[in-house]
Protein backbone atom coordinates (compact mmCIF):
# COMPACT_ATOMS: atom_id res chain seq x y z
CA UNK A 1 0.00 0.00 0.00
CA UNK A 2 1.34 3.30 -1.18
CA UNK A 3 2.06 5.66 2.54
CA UNK A 4 1.26 8.73 0.54
CA UNK A 5 1.81 12.00 3.04
CA UNK A 6 -1.22 13.87 2.01
CA UNK A 7 -2.26 14.15 5.48
CA UNK A 8 0.46 16.29 5.41
CA UNK A 9 -0.62 20.20 6.93
CA UNK A 10 1.06 23.19 5.67
CA UNK A 11 3.02 25.60 7.04
CA UNK A 12 1.24 12.30 36.74
CA UNK A 13 -0.03 14.51 33.88
CA UNK A 14 3.10 15.57 31.92
CA UNK A 15 4.99 12.57 34.16
CA UNK A 16 5.24 15.34 36.76
CA UNK A 17 8.03 18.31 35.24
CA UNK A 18 10.04 19.51 37.56
CA UNK A 19 11.48 22.87 37.87
CA UNK A 20 14.66 23.67 38.80
CA UNK A 21 13.31 25.07 42.59
CA UNK A 22 14.56 23.29 45.41
CA UNK A 23 14.63 19.92 44.80
CA UNK A 24 16.50 19.04 48.06
CA UNK A 25 13.05 19.40 49.18
CA UNK A 26 11.59 17.20 46.85
CA UNK A 27 9.08 20.07 45.60
CA UNK A 28 6.90 19.02 43.27
CA UNK A 29 5.79 20.95 39.81
CA UNK A 30 2.61 19.67 37.41
CA UNK A 31 1.87 21.92 34.53
CA UNK A 32 -0.21 24.70 35.35
CA UNK A 33 -0.13 24.44 39.19
CA UNK A 34 1.79 26.23 42.06
CA UNK A 35 4.99 24.55 43.47
CA UNK A 36 3.99 22.28 46.37
CA UNK A 37 5.65 20.23 49.07
CA UNK A 38 5.27 16.55 48.93
CA UNK A 39 2.72 15.43 51.58
CA UNK A 40 0.94 12.50 52.51
CA UNK A 41 1.57 9.05 53.55
CA UNK A 42 4.23 7.68 50.90
CA UNK A 43 6.71 11.06 50.39
CA UNK A 44 7.76 12.98 53.47
CA UNK A 45 10.70 15.83 53.13
CA UNK A 46 10.95 17.11 56.71
CA UNK A 47 13.71 15.63 58.90
CA UNK A 48 12.54 12.18 60.53
CA UNK A 49 11.17 12.20 63.89
CA UNK A 50 13.31 10.08 66.25
CA UNK A 51 12.71 6.74 66.03
CA UNK A 52 11.23 4.81 68.63
CA UNK A 53 13.10 2.31 70.93
CA UNK A 54 11.20 -0.66 69.38
CA UNK A 55 12.65 0.19 66.22
CA UNK A 56 15.88 -0.77 64.30
CA UNK A 57 17.96 1.82 62.65
CA UNK A 58 18.25 2.31 59.47
CA UNK A 59 20.43 -0.61 57.51
CA UNK A 60 23.15 1.26 55.58
CA UNK A 61 24.15 -0.08 52.26
CA UNK A 62 28.29 -0.32 51.87
CA UNK A 63 29.78 2.81 49.97
CA UNK A 64 30.11 0.84 46.77
CA UNK A 65 26.10 -0.45 47.04
CA UNK A 66 25.30 3.43 45.69
CA UNK A 67 22.73 2.65 43.10
CA UNK A 68 22.94 4.43 39.42
CA UNK A 69 19.59 6.17 38.01
CA UNK A 70 20.95 5.86 34.74
CA UNK A 71 19.77 9.75 34.08
CA UNK A 72 19.75 11.68 31.57
CA UNK A 73 19.11 15.39 31.06
CA UNK A 74 15.54 16.38 30.23
CA UNK A 75 14.75 12.61 29.92
CA UNK A 76 11.20 11.89 31.65
CA UNK A 77 12.11 9.97 34.98
CA UNK A 78 9.74 7.42 36.85
CA UNK A 79 11.81 5.07 38.70
CA UNK A 80 10.29 2.61 42.10
CA UNK A 81 11.95 3.48 45.15
CA UNK A 82 9.02 1.18 47.45
CA UNK A 83 6.62 -0.79 46.55
CA UNK A 84 4.99 -0.57 50.28
CA UNK A 85 1.37 0.97 50.59
CA UNK A 86 2.79 2.82 53.74
CA UNK A 87 6.01 3.46 52.65
CA UNK A 88 7.38 6.92 53.58
CA UNK A 89 10.43 8.38 51.72
CA UNK A 90 12.92 10.95 53.35
CA UNK A 91 16.33 12.06 52.12
CA UNK A 92 19.11 11.58 54.48
CA UNK A 93 21.98 13.10 53.17
CA UNK A 94 22.71 14.91 49.74
CA UNK A 95 20.98 16.43 47.39
CA UNK A 96 18.36 14.65 44.70
CA UNK A 97 19.13 15.44 40.61
CA UNK A 98 17.58 18.99 39.76
CA UNK A 99 14.57 18.78 38.71
CA UNK A 100 13.47 14.83 40.05
CA UNK A 101 11.52 14.83 43.04
CA UNK A 102 9.87 11.39 45.18
CA UNK A 103 6.53 10.81 45.28
CA UNK A 104 4.25 7.94 45.96
CA UNK A 105 7.21 6.06 46.47
CA UNK A 106 8.75 6.69 42.85
CA UNK A 107 11.46 9.16 41.36
CA UNK A 108 9.59 10.96 39.25
CA UNK A 109 10.54 14.32 37.14
CA UNK A 110 12.85 15.37 34.33
CA UNK A 111 16.82 16.37 35.15
CA UNK A 112 17.53 20.09 34.07
CA UNK A 113 21.19 19.62 34.63
CA UNK A 114 23.96 17.42 33.82
CA UNK A 115 26.71 16.70 36.26
CA UNK A 116 27.42 14.21 39.29
CA UNK A 117 25.16 13.53 42.25
CA UNK A 118 25.29 11.19 45.07
CA UNK A 119 22.14 10.99 47.99
CA UNK A 120 20.68 8.79 50.69
CA UNK A 121 17.47 7.94 51.67
CA UNK A 122 15.81 6.60 54.57
CA UNK A 123 12.86 4.16 53.77
CA UNK A 124 10.45 3.06 55.92
CA UNK A 125 8.04 0.15 55.38
CA UNK A 126 6.28 -0.78 58.47
CA UNK A 127 8.27 -1.48 60.96
CA UNK A 128 11.40 -2.02 58.66
CA UNK A 129 13.74 0.89 58.06
CA UNK A 130 16.64 0.99 55.22
CA UNK A 131 18.84 3.16 53.67
CA UNK A 132 19.51 3.41 50.17
CA UNK A 133 22.21 5.40 48.60
CA UNK A 134 22.34 6.57 45.07
CA UNK A 135 25.30 8.05 42.39
CA UNK A 136 25.88 9.00 39.28
CA UNK A 137 26.28 11.30 37.03
CA UNK A 138 22.96 12.53 35.10
CA UNK A 139 24.49 12.59 31.30
CA UNK A 140 23.25 14.33 28.13
CA UNK A 141 20.14 14.13 26.73
CA UNK A 142 19.57 10.70 25.18
CA UNK A 143 19.42 10.61 21.38
CA UNK A 144 17.74 7.47 18.98
CA UNK A 145 17.62 6.92 15.26
CA UNK A 146 14.57 4.97 14.46
CA UNK A 147 13.19 3.61 11.22
CA UNK A 148 9.07 3.24 10.70
CA UNK A 149 7.48 0.34 9.34
CA UNK A 150 3.60 -0.14 9.16
CA UNK A 151 1.51 -2.64 10.22
CA UNK A 152 -1.82 -3.01 8.48
CA UNK A 153 -4.50 -6.05 7.90
CA UNK A 154 -3.13 -6.84 4.56
CA UNK A 155 0.15 -6.76 4.14
CA UNK A 156 1.81 -10.04 4.09
CA UNK A 157 3.68 -10.79 7.75
CA UNK A 158 6.49 -12.02 4.94
CA UNK A 159 6.79 -8.46 3.84
CA UNK A 160 6.96 -6.92 7.53
CA UNK A 161 9.94 -9.48 8.15
CA UNK A 162 11.60 -8.54 5.51
CA UNK A 163 11.70 -4.79 6.38
CA UNK A 164 12.48 -6.16 9.65
CA UNK A 165 15.91 -7.67 8.10
CA UNK A 166 16.54 -4.70 6.24
CA UNK A 167 16.34 -2.59 9.81
CA UNK A 168 18.61 -5.16 11.16
CA UNK A 169 21.22 -4.58 8.72
CA UNK A 170 21.64 -1.02 9.29
CA UNK A 171 21.66 -1.50 13.59
CA UNK A 172 18.53 1.02 13.76
CA UNK A 173 15.51 0.77 16.12
CA UNK A 174 12.08 0.57 14.94
CA UNK A 175 8.70 2.86 15.26
CA UNK A 176 5.78 0.67 14.68
CA UNK A 177 2.72 2.37 13.09
CA UNK A 178 -0.13 0.26 13.63
CA UNK A 179 -3.85 1.30 11.92
CA UNK A 180 -6.94 1.62 13.42
CA UNK A 181 -9.70 1.60 10.99
CA UNK A 182 -12.44 4.02 11.13
CA UNK A 183 -15.48 3.49 8.39
CA UNK A 184 -15.65 7.22 7.55
CA UNK A 185 -14.32 10.75 8.36
CA UNK A 186 -17.03 10.85 11.11
CA UNK A 187 -17.27 7.79 12.48
CA UNK A 188 -15.77 7.20 16.48
CA UNK A 189 -15.30 3.16 16.06
CA UNK A 190 -11.88 2.27 15.59
CA UNK A 191 -10.84 -1.22 14.39
CA UNK A 192 -7.09 -1.69 15.37
CA UNK A 193 -5.14 -4.30 13.45
CA UNK A 194 -5.67 -7.82 15.10
CA UNK A 195 -3.27 -8.61 18.40
CA UNK A 196 -2.26 -11.33 16.31
CA UNK A 197 -0.70 -9.52 13.74
CA UNK A 198 0.59 -7.26 16.63
CA UNK A 199 2.37 -10.07 18.50
CA UNK A 200 3.89 -11.34 15.51
CA UNK A 201 5.49 -7.78 14.55
CA UNK A 202 6.68 -7.88 18.49
CA UNK A 203 8.41 -11.61 17.91
CA UNK A 204 9.85 -10.87 14.14
CA UNK A 205 11.83 -7.65 15.92
CA UNK A 206 12.74 -9.36 18.93
CA UNK A 207 13.88 -12.41 16.84
CA UNK A 208 16.38 -9.69 15.08
CA UNK A 209 17.43 -7.28 17.88
CA UNK A 210 15.51 -4.77 16.94
CA UNK A 211 13.87 -2.72 19.46
CA UNK A 212 10.80 -0.91 19.00
CA UNK A 213 10.98 2.58 20.74
CA UNK A 214 8.09 4.26 19.54
CA UNK A 215 4.34 2.95 18.81
CA UNK A 216 2.55 4.92 16.95
CA UNK A 217 -1.44 4.80 16.07
CA UNK A 218 -2.71 6.14 13.23
CA UNK A 219 -6.52 6.81 12.53
CA UNK A 220 -6.78 5.29 8.82
CA UNK A 221 -10.06 4.80 6.53
CA UNK A 222 -10.87 1.37 5.12
CA UNK A 223 -11.02 2.65 1.58
CA UNK A 224 -7.80 5.32 1.98
CA UNK A 225 -5.33 3.77 4.34
CA UNK A 226 -2.89 5.76 5.51
CA UNK A 227 -3.28 8.50 2.56
CA UNK A 228 -6.22 9.42 4.85
CA UNK A 229 -5.81 13.42 5.26
CA UNK A 230 -6.77 13.47 9.28
CA UNK A 231 -7.10 17.35 9.38
CA UNK A 232 -10.68 16.45 7.76
CA UNK A 233 -11.27 13.93 10.67
CA UNK A 234 -14.65 15.37 11.89
CA UNK A 235 -16.01 12.95 14.76
CA UNK A 236 -19.29 12.79 14.91
CA UNK A 237 -19.31 13.04 18.71
CA UNK A 238 -16.23 13.95 21.20
CA UNK A 239 -18.15 12.13 23.80
CA UNK A 240 -17.78 9.30 21.45
CA UNK A 241 -14.38 9.52 19.84
CA UNK A 242 -12.95 10.32 23.43
CA UNK A 243 -13.98 7.58 25.39
CA UNK A 244 -13.18 4.98 22.65
CA UNK A 245 -10.15 6.67 21.68
CA UNK A 246 -9.13 6.06 25.17
CA UNK A 247 -9.69 2.59 25.04
CA UNK A 248 -7.43 1.98 22.15
CA UNK A 249 -4.93 3.84 23.78
CA UNK A 250 -5.22 1.82 27.23
CA UNK A 251 -4.20 -0.98 25.11
CA UNK A 252 -1.34 0.50 23.33
CA UNK A 253 -0.11 1.54 26.61
CA UNK A 254 -0.22 -1.68 27.75
CA UNK A 255 1.21 -3.43 25.23
CA UNK A 256 4.66 -0.62 24.89
CA UNK A 257 4.43 -1.65 28.95
CA UNK A 258 4.87 -5.16 28.14
CA UNK A 259 7.65 -4.80 25.34
CA UNK A 260 9.66 -2.38 26.36
CA UNK A 261 8.52 0.40 24.59
CA UNK A 262 9.53 4.10 25.48
CA UNK A 263 7.05 6.01 23.70
CA UNK A 264 3.63 6.01 22.75
CA UNK A 265 2.19 8.64 20.42
CA UNK A 266 -1.27 9.79 21.45
CA UNK A 267 -2.43 11.01 18.27
CA UNK A 268 -0.93 11.88 14.44
CA UNK A 269 -1.66 14.64 12.50
CA UNK A 270 -5.65 15.34 14.14
CA UNK A 271 -5.28 19.08 14.63
CA UNK A 272 -9.39 19.00 15.25
CA UNK A 273 -8.37 16.86 18.39
CA UNK A 274 -5.35 18.42 19.95
CA UNK A 275 -6.88 22.04 19.64
CA UNK A 276 -6.62 23.77 23.01
CA UNK A 277 -10.60 23.69 23.13
CA UNK A 278 -9.87 19.58 23.51
CA UNK A 279 -7.34 19.96 26.56
CA UNK A 280 -10.24 19.21 29.16
CA UNK A 281 -10.89 16.33 27.53
CA UNK A 282 -7.00 15.05 27.64
CA UNK A 283 -6.57 15.55 31.17
CA UNK A 284 -8.68 12.34 32.54
CA UNK A 285 -7.11 10.15 29.40
CA UNK A 286 -4.02 11.07 30.17
CA UNK A 287 -3.95 10.87 34.07
CA UNK A 288 -5.21 6.97 33.31
CA UNK A 289 -2.48 6.50 31.10
CA UNK A 290 -0.26 7.53 34.01
CA UNK A 291 -1.87 5.59 37.06
CA UNK A 292 -1.76 2.54 35.05
CA UNK A 293 1.31 2.58 32.91
CA UNK A 294 3.60 5.00 34.65
CA UNK A 295 6.44 4.14 33.03
CA UNK A 296 5.56 4.79 28.95
CA UNK A 297 6.36 8.12 27.92
CA UNK A 298 3.52 9.61 25.74
CA UNK A 299 3.89 11.60 22.79
CA UNK A 300 1.62 13.48 19.94
CA UNK A 301 2.80 13.59 16.46
CA UNK A 302 2.11 17.07 15.72
CA UNK A 303 1.90 19.19 12.43
CA UNK A 304 3.75 22.31 11.30
CA UNK A 305 0.63 24.15 11.78
CA UNK A 306 -0.13 22.63 15.19
CA UNK A 307 3.63 23.83 16.13
CA UNK A 308 2.81 27.14 14.80
CA UNK A 309 -0.37 27.40 17.00
CA UNK A 310 1.74 26.50 19.90
CA UNK A 311 4.53 28.76 18.96
CA UNK A 312 2.69 31.91 17.77
CA UNK A 313 -0.57 31.41 20.23
CA UNK A 314 -0.43 29.05 22.91
CA UNK A 315 2.31 29.32 24.69
CA UNK A 316 2.98 32.68 24.60
CA UNK A 317 -0.59 33.17 25.92
CA UNK A 318 -0.06 30.42 28.42
CA UNK A 319 -3.18 28.24 27.18
CA UNK A 320 -4.19 24.86 28.54
CA UNK A 321 -3.14 22.34 25.90
CA UNK A 322 -2.65 18.38 25.88
CA UNK A 323 0.76 19.24 24.78
CA UNK A 324 1.36 20.52 28.04
CA UNK A 325 0.53 16.76 29.48
CA UNK A 326 3.16 15.21 27.68
CA UNK A 327 6.40 13.62 28.39
CA UNK A 328 7.66 14.36 24.89
CA UNK A 329 6.93 16.98 22.19
CA UNK A 330 6.50 14.91 18.71
CA UNK A 331 6.23 16.43 15.46
CA UNK A 332 6.09 15.01 11.45
CA UNK A 333 9.03 17.37 10.15
CA UNK A 334 7.48 17.81 6.65
CA UNK A 335 9.24 20.79 5.50
CA UNK A 336 10.80 22.75 2.53
CA UNK A 337 14.75 23.07 3.14
CA UNK A 338 15.58 23.68 -0.49
CA UNK A 339 13.29 24.65 -4.19
CA UNK A 340 15.99 22.89 -5.97
CA UNK A 341 15.30 19.97 -8.43
CA UNK A 342 18.43 17.41 -8.11
CA UNK A 343 20.52 17.44 -10.81
CA UNK A 344 23.13 14.15 -10.68
CA UNK A 345 25.01 14.42 -13.05
CA UNK A 346 26.54 17.74 -11.60
CA UNK A 347 25.06 17.45 -7.89
CA UNK A 348 23.26 20.84 -7.15
CA UNK A 349 21.94 20.75 -3.41
CA UNK A 350 24.56 20.47 -0.44
CA UNK A 351 24.14 18.66 3.10
CA UNK A 352 25.04 22.64 4.76
CA UNK A 353 22.43 23.75 2.30
CA UNK A 354 19.73 21.81 4.06
CA UNK A 355 21.28 22.19 7.11
CA UNK A 356 20.86 25.45 6.97
CA UNK A 357 17.44 25.34 6.01
CA UNK A 358 15.89 23.68 9.08
CA UNK A 359 16.73 27.06 10.63
CA UNK A 360 15.30 28.96 7.98
CA UNK A 361 18.26 29.45 5.61
CA UNK A 362 18.14 30.32 2.39
CA UNK A 363 14.19 30.99 2.63
CA UNK A 364 13.13 27.72 1.96
CA UNK A 365 10.80 27.69 4.78
CA UNK A 366 10.63 29.20 8.08
CA UNK A 367 12.81 28.67 11.21
CA UNK A 368 11.15 25.32 11.76
CA UNK A 369 14.30 24.02 14.40
CA UNK A 370 13.86 27.20 16.25
CA UNK A 371 10.31 27.16 16.67
CA UNK A 372 10.85 23.73 17.96
CA UNK A 373 12.87 24.80 20.38
CA UNK A 374 11.72 27.91 21.61
CA UNK A 375 8.08 25.67 22.48
CA UNK A 376 10.21 23.19 23.92
CA UNK A 377 11.80 25.54 26.02
CA UNK A 378 8.33 27.31 27.03
CA UNK A 379 6.95 23.20 27.97
CA UNK A 380 10.34 21.96 29.26
CA UNK A 381 10.34 18.79 27.03
CA UNK A 382 11.95 17.54 24.80
CA UNK A 383 11.06 16.64 21.13
CA UNK A 384 10.96 13.65 19.23
CA UNK A 385 11.19 14.00 15.28
CA UNK A 386 8.43 11.51 14.72
CA UNK A 387 8.48 11.61 10.99
CA UNK A 388 10.99 12.93 8.62
CA UNK A 389 11.19 11.36 5.13
CA UNK A 390 11.51 12.31 1.02
CA UNK A 391 10.84 10.52 -1.47
CA UNK A 392 13.96 9.27 -3.44
CA UNK A 393 13.10 11.64 -6.85
CA UNK A 394 15.33 14.22 -7.66
CA UNK A 395 12.35 16.59 -7.24
CA UNK A 396 11.77 14.89 -4.02
CA UNK A 397 13.19 17.52 -1.76
CA UNK A 398 11.99 20.62 -3.68
CA UNK A 399 7.87 18.76 -3.02
CA UNK A 400 8.19 18.23 0.94
CA UNK A 401 5.57 21.01 1.34
CA UNK A 402 3.17 18.42 -0.39
CA UNK A 403 1.84 21.43 -3.22
CA UNK A 404 1.94 18.82 -5.88
CA UNK A 405 3.31 14.74 -5.80
CA UNK A 406 6.91 14.19 -6.62
CA UNK A 407 6.80 12.80 -10.31
CA UNK A 408 10.99 13.52 -11.10
CA UNK A 409 13.08 10.92 -12.02
CA UNK A 410 13.78 7.73 -9.34
CA UNK A 411 17.35 9.45 -7.38
CA UNK A 412 18.20 7.89 -4.00
CA UNK A 413 20.90 10.74 -3.72
CA UNK A 414 18.23 12.79 -2.35
CA UNK A 415 17.48 10.65 0.68
CA UNK A 416 21.20 10.71 1.79
CA UNK A 417 21.30 14.24 1.55
CA UNK A 418 17.98 14.65 3.98
CA UNK A 419 18.84 11.79 6.14
CA UNK A 420 22.89 13.64 6.73
CA UNK A 421 20.95 17.36 7.62
CA UNK A 422 18.74 15.07 9.39
CA UNK A 423 21.65 13.84 12.13
CA UNK A 424 24.08 17.46 12.01
CA UNK A 425 21.27 19.53 12.33
CA UNK A 426 17.89 18.16 14.83
CA UNK A 427 19.71 15.69 16.33
CA UNK A 428 22.57 18.42 17.31
CA UNK A 429 19.37 20.31 19.33
CA UNK A 430 19.98 20.37 22.72
CA UNK A 431 16.29 19.67 22.90
CA UNK A 432 15.82 16.99 20.32
CA UNK A 433 15.54 13.44 21.64
CA UNK A 434 15.42 11.26 18.53
CA UNK A 435 14.16 10.63 14.80
CA UNK A 436 12.47 8.67 13.37
CA UNK A 437 13.00 8.18 9.14
CA UNK A 438 9.94 7.89 7.00
CA UNK A 439 9.43 4.94 5.73
CA UNK A 440 10.13 1.44 4.91
CA UNK A 441 7.59 1.40 2.10
CA UNK A 442 6.84 2.83 -1.33
CA UNK A 443 6.91 5.60 -1.99
CA UNK A 444 9.47 6.90 0.65
CA UNK A 445 11.49 3.40 0.55
CA UNK A 446 15.18 3.00 0.51
CA UNK A 447 15.42 0.74 -2.11
CA UNK A 448 13.62 -2.99 -3.34
CA UNK A 449 13.42 -4.94 0.10
CA UNK A 450 15.37 -7.98 -1.87
CA UNK A 451 18.91 -7.40 -2.91
CA UNK A 452 22.28 -6.86 -0.76
CA UNK A 453 22.50 -3.39 -2.30
CA UNK A 454 23.14 -0.47 0.69
CA UNK A 455 21.33 2.98 -0.95
CA UNK A 456 22.92 6.18 -0.15
CA UNK A 457 20.33 6.82 2.40
CA UNK A 458 21.26 3.57 4.23
CA UNK A 459 24.43 3.84 4.14
CA UNK A 460 24.07 7.34 5.67
CA UNK A 461 21.80 5.85 8.47
CA UNK A 462 24.05 2.55 8.69
CA UNK A 463 27.40 4.86 9.21
CA UNK A 464 25.50 7.09 12.18
CA UNK A 465 24.67 4.31 13.78
CA UNK A 466 27.79 2.30 13.44
CA UNK A 467 29.86 5.64 15.11
CA UNK A 468 27.59 6.13 17.69
CA UNK A 469 25.74 2.99 18.88
CA UNK A 470 23.73 4.89 21.42
CA UNK A 471 21.56 6.15 18.47
CA UNK A 472 20.24 2.44 18.20
CA UNK A 473 20.30 1.82 22.52
CA UNK A 474 18.34 -1.83 22.85
CA UNK A 475 17.82 -0.80 26.58
CA UNK A 476 17.19 1.95 28.83
Known sequence: MELSRRNMLVG??????????????????????????????????????PTATAT???????????????????????????????ATVTLASGALPAGVGISAGRFVGRPTT??????????????????????????????????????????????????????ARLGANATLVIYCFISDPTSTTFTRVSDDRIDKAFHLARDRGIRITLVKPHIVTDDQGDGFYRGN???????????????????????????????????????????????????????????????????AAF??????????????????????LLDVFGINSWIRLTDKVYTPDAPNITVDELVGGWRGGGGRTDDHLG??????????????????????????????DNSSPATGAEDFDVQALLYQSVLQAPLQ????????????????AFGPLSGKRLFPGESVLKTALADTPALALKSF
Open 12 to 49: TLSVLGLGAGSVAAASLITHGSPEKPLVGPHARTASPS
Open 56 to 86: PPPTRSPADAAEDLRLHAWDSVVRQISDAAD
Open 114 to 167: EGAYRFALEVEEGKKTRLRTFAGTVAPLKRDLNISLSLDQRTPMSVTAKEFDRI
Open 233 to 299: YAPASLDAFFANWQAQLQYFATLCAQNDVEYLALTCEQPAQTDASTYDRWVPLVQKLRDTEPGVKLT
Open 303 to 324: TTLELFLLYTYWIPQSTPHMAR
Open 371 to 400: KLEAVCDGLRIPFLITEVGVQPRVDGLAKQ
Open 429 to 444: SRWCTGASIWHMRAPF
